[in-house]
């Protein structure tokens, strides 16, 4: 099996402990790389793998059937915090100066990343679950 630098592997075991399954991250690529899984349950545990050990998910959803992984992270030596869905930019998010209110640019369009969402983040950053400069 090959794994490439800048990989990380985790091993589930089944209830039996001999069964194993692995996936790899690779540069915030997750993917099932050994073992024979039902597709249901081989999403289920690359979810449950992503949302605990992937330091860039601030979020998780489904969007028609799709897998969305959100990433929301301020700027280092800037004054906004940059969106992206599946390792893709998609915005920014900023802070106004002058009403000290937040605000989003769209740069590509994400028909995930509804008006709810946004103001979500918007909530989140306000009450420092996504932490910014």
Known sequence: MHRSIGSSDYTLYDKNGVSIYIFRNTMGNW????????????????????LRFDRNCTEMFYYKGERQVVDISFAAGGSSWHVLVNRYHKGSIKLSDMTMELAYSEHNRCEALTCERIEKYFRWIREGKIKGG
């Open 31 to 50: 993917e099932h790389a050994y073992g024979k899984l039902a597709d249901d349950v081989r999403e289920a545990c690359l979810d449950a793998l992503i």
